[in-house]
């Protein structure tokens, strides 16, 4: 309550209303708390009650166990800056990133836009981020994390299609020995040509190079699990084909899913907003994200278990989720409205529910 009432209106103020400004502020703001500033400590040691709070019953998945269900999505952390700060919040796991081969700028701004009324974002910035050298000096000076981290792989913009390959291989090369998963984005709206590599014959030469570079890092252990982060905007022929090559070259799973490029479901009051270019996120996303979960269990059953984002913005639309087919679910946009209390209230609900693939 305390933030929806009194914080978020406050960043929402911040930079004139600009949300990266707010992003930005907010980020500074927990990795000073999580990194041991001694002025923050009593405020910190208040935050962190939600360590405790927010548990929920753990499931192991992927080879992995995860303490609960409920992680950070991709694009809020993208640098890992914060990393101490979300296990204390409460979720079960992370994912930094995405991150690519080479530090990059993103966008030009504005290039993140709230649609307030349709509990929805808008944004296109370009996979901006320090790039793989620097999040693994990162990660290495941290050390390892209370829950499983995850880390979103990327193409870097300066890097043909044609050399797609060498450049998602040479970010896993880089960060291999931090992460306890790895996903694959070829689906952001945001660089240019990069859903392309959804099609069958560049993505099984993607998928084939990363499982190769994977096992050869193995060194004879379990490789890391390797993920696949679709579009919501495939056909069910295009999404079939990426579940078929998926299956094909060892995938563990499916992260369902990335922005639209779709404004159904967007109110009348966000509409001119909407026109914005870039990936949409949000409310107007859940039951589009829905069906593409159900579609990959309906396909792939327990062989490529999914993790669930898109529009969970309450515990039932996380239930909803759930019950879909995720073994996971992961929070984006509705932690951006509604705070840490929803990572709390979905952990709640999901050990009072049996809910789980198939299942509700």
Not at 24 to 38: I, K, M, N, Q, Y
Not at 164 to 183: K, Q
Request: aromatic share 6%.
């Amino acid at each position: 309550m305390m933030y929806t009432r009194l914080l978020r209106p406050a960043l929402f103020r911040l930079g004139g209303g600009d949300a990266e400004v707010a992003h930005e502020t907010t980020l500074r703001a927990l990795a000073a708390v999580s990194g041991g500033d001694a002025r923050l400590t009593a405020l910190w040691a208040a935050t962190s009650r939600y360590r405790y709070q927010a548990r929920a019953e753990p499931r192991t998945v992927y080879g992995i166990r995860f303490p609960n269900p409920v992680g950070l999505a991709a694009g809020l952390d993208k640098d890992g800056r914060a990393l101490p700060a979300w296990p204390a919040f409460g979720f079960g796991f992370v994912e930094v990133g995405t991150v690519t081969r080479h530090p990059q700028p993103g966008n030009d701004r504005p290039r993140l836009f709230r649609l307030p009324s349709s509990g929805a974002l808008v944004n296109r910035m370009g996979f901006n981020n320090a790039g793989a050298a620097a999040l693994a000096d990162r990660l290495a000076t941290l050390g390892r994390l209370p829950v499983p981290l995850g880390i979103s792989l990327g193409k870097s913009k300066v890097t043909p299609l044609d050399e797609a390959v060498a450049d998602y291989v040479a970010s896993l090369r880089i960060l291999y020995e931090h992460g306890d998963y790895f996903a694959v984005n070829v689906s952001s709206p945001n660089t240019p040509g990069l859903r392309s590599l959804q099609d069958k014959a560049q993505l099984a030469e993607l998928l084939g190079a990363l499982s190769a570079e994977a096992r050869s890092l193995a060194a004879g252990r379990t490789p890391r699990p390797l993920l696949v982060k679709v579009a919501p905007d495939l056909t069910d022929e295009a999404l079939a084909e990426v579940l078929a090559v998926c299956a094909e070259h060892g995938v563990a799973g499916v992260i369902a899913t990335n922005t639209t490029l779709s404004r159904e479901g967007v109110t009348g009051a966000d509409r001119a907003v909407a026109t914005q270019a870039g990936g949409l996120s949000g409310r107007p996303l859940h039951e589009q994200a829905l069906e593409v979960v159900r579609f990959v269990h309906r396909e792939a059953g327990d062989t490529l278990p999914v993790i669930g984002v898109g529009g969970i913005g309450d515990a039932h639309g996380a239930l909803r989720m759930l019950d879909a087919g995720a073994s996971l679910v992961q929070l984006y946009t509705g932690f951006i409205y509604q705070g840490p209390e929803l990572v709390r209230q979905i952990n709640r609900a999901v050990s009072q529910t049996v809910y789980g693939p198939g299942k509700g």
